[in-house]
């Protein structure tokens, strides 16, 4: 086949058919689309809130510290690891005092060092210290209230005078903290700094986070708590609703049970008719009649809705009827003795 017949027939590779724009446009919405329509809606804003707090909680709660100001934000003596100093002596030596000292291994940039802990031991006077020979190479940094405002001269007083007297106790690092203390015990009844101990608690959104976590608790309790009564109520509703269908259903049951046997009963009697008066008698009208409603019965029973309370109701009178139409039927059919043949 040349290539002019295989144009002519249709022949050969077919050209992509492009793509159906109302398919595209028919398809559900995409993931963003559906994660910002969750966002607006109240579970998606008190999501984005709890996810703010947090953050804060995080931020604010020196998660992002490195480990000198972390460890500084709860102690008020922090000591590299490597160096022989009793901390947990420094510590009571400094007491509940607005004093922190770092003591740092030599060569470390105390300034830098100053820095890191800005936030972690805001409101205190802050010595930085390391070895240095034969005596202290020292950074003062006073975080005291306005520090960098009103009470500048107050802060850079207390940074020269805190660390006073340490190079003669370079080689016994506790000796140097008790002069740091009584140092500021000077500057404390100079005035220089404000008195007042040092307090260490949780950031506002720890207790924030607190609370929205008992409230939650609260909330989700009392909710599964009404949660269940209601979930209680319903279910013994249903429960009444139910024993009251089997109720309905076992007494149309016996109903029904009841008229098959009137009928039964009344069977030998038609039989004894129809053969007696022929198939015309008032009687075996009635019981023929009185049959098919049986058999329409039975069609409806087998029908039947168990929990329509209504038609199982309705039914039951139904039966009722009939049953008291077999009833009537019995009462005027003749004595036994009427009925045997080879009597006059």
């Not at 002519?8 to 446009?25: F, N, V």
């Not at 101990?197 to 929205?212: V, Y």
Request: charged share 25%; with cysteine; aromatic share 4%.
């Amino acid at each position: 086949m040349t290539r002019s017949d295989s144009r002519r027939t249709g022949a050969g590779p077919s050209r992509p058919q492009r793509a159906d724009p109302s398919r595209r446009t028919s398809a559900g919405p995409s993931r963003p689309q559906r994660v910002i329509g969750l966002l607006g809606t109240p579970f998606g804003l008190a999501v984005l809130a709890c996810l703010a707090l947090a953050g804060w909680a995080v931020w604010s709660g020196g998660a992002l510290d490195g480990p000198v100001a972390r460890q500084v934000r709860t102690t008020s003596f922090h000591a590299d690891p490597g160096l022989d100093v009793d901390r947990a002596a420094a510590e009571r030596i400094i007491g509940n005092r607005r004093l922190v000292v770092i003591l740092r291994s030599p060569g470390a940039d105390l300034r830098d060092t100053c820095k890191q802990v800005h936030r972690a031991a805001d409101g205190t006077v802050v010595l930085v210290l390391s070895r240095d020979g034969d005596d202290y190479d020292t950074y003062g940094c006073a975080l005291v209230p306005g520090y960098d405002k009103k009470n500048l001269g107050k802060a850079a007083a207390a940074e020269m005078i805190i660390g006073r007297g340490i190079d003669t106790f370079a080689d016994r690092p506790l000796e140097a903290v008790k002069v740091i203390a009584v140092n500021y015990d000077r500057l404390v009844k100079a005035g220089t700094v404000s008195d007042g101990a040092r307090t260490i608690s949780p950031s506002l959104p720890r207790f924030l986070l607190a609370a929205a976590a008992v409230s939650g608790v609260v909330a989700g309790a009392s909710l599964l708590y009404l949660g269940g009564r209601r979930a209680g109520r319903l279910a013994a509703a249903r429960r009444v609703r139910r024993d009251g269908l089997t109720d309905s259903r076992s007494a149309l049951s016996a109903a029904t049970a009841g008229l098959a046997q009137q009928i039964i009963d009344l069977d030998p009697t038609y039989a004894l008719l129809y053969g007696r008066q022929g198939d015309d008698s008032g009687f075996a009208r009635r019981y023929r009649q009185l049959t098919a409603d049986h058999a329409a019965l039975l069609d409806r029973l087998a029908t039947l809705d168990d929990t329509d309370e209504a038609a199982v109701g309705k039914l039951t009178a139904h039966v009722e009827s009939l049953s008291r139409r077999a009833q009537a039927l019995a009462d005027k059919q003749p004595e036994q003795h009427d009925a045997q043949p080879g009597k006059s």
